[in-house]
Every structure is written in C-alpha cells, then in structure tokens.
C-alpha cells in the first residue's frame, strides 16, 4: 500500500502489467541503461527488486539489493533518510560494491527523491559512482528529480 503523500493510483501495484508488461518495461530499461556501462545494478526495496535483476542479466551486471533494515545478513552498511511521512533506512552488504565502480540505481517510482537520494548517498560513501538512476514511474509534482542533483533520471512515465 502506498504511503502517505504518495497517491493511491499512482502505485505501480495497480499497473499489474503482467509477464508481457513487465518484461517491456525491463526491456527498455535495459536498453536505455546498458549505455551507461555499468556494473552494479543496485534495486531499492521492495518494487526495485522486480526490475533490478532482470535489468542487470541484461546489461551483463550484478545485482545489488538496498533493503530495509535488518533484512541482510552479515555486515552491513546504512543511510538514514528523511520523507514526507518520517525517517527510513536502507542497508547493503558490505562489500557488494568496489570504490571507482559504476552503478545504476533502480526503483519503481520517483516521488520526493528521498529512496534515491538515500541509495545514491550510500553508493558514493564506499567510493561507487553512481552514473544514473530508473525509475518506471515519476511523480513530477512532488519534485524529486530535483534532489538528484545532476544524476541522470530516466523514467518510463511521468504522471502530471
């Protein structure tokens, strides 16, 4: 269920795209991402986890999942993040990620920008340098793109 602030329709659960939507969306995520040269594809928790790795066996690059705390086994790493309804936090493995690597940030939807920033923030405190992020939804009003700085965003549909 979404949260607070983020509209009710707007939630990729809705969309239920089905194998052949899924794997179009994964498709054109793919080809617009293997440009980049990445290697790691990193999904946020939970919906990123749906197109990470079919996006990263297509550009050839491992996956990293960025979950919600508590969930990893072993050492881990943290970012604390503010959003409009709170905090959260996001934690990887430590040791998934090399410094002076390339990756790629996915996720369902941009809303504030607060999950990417937070994943972005996490990646280039061990050294990573995050070179773009995708996201199938994007929900322009509430300006998230502009928290990314000058990250490169690429978006399947941007609802106004």
Known sequence: MPHVGIPRDQDLERCNLGVCGTDSMVSVLGDITATFGC???TGVEARGFIFGPPIALAIGAKFVPMRKPNKLPGEVISEE???EYGTDKI???????????RALVIDDLIATGGTLCAAINLLERVGVNVVECACVIELPELKGRERLGDKPLFVLVSST
Do not use: D
Request: glycine share 12%; aromatic share 6%; charged share 10%.
């Open 81 to 83: 993040y503010s959003l």
């Open 39 to 41: 290697m790691p594809a």
């Open 91 to 101: 934690e990887m493995h430590v040791g998934a990620v090399q410094a002076g690597e």
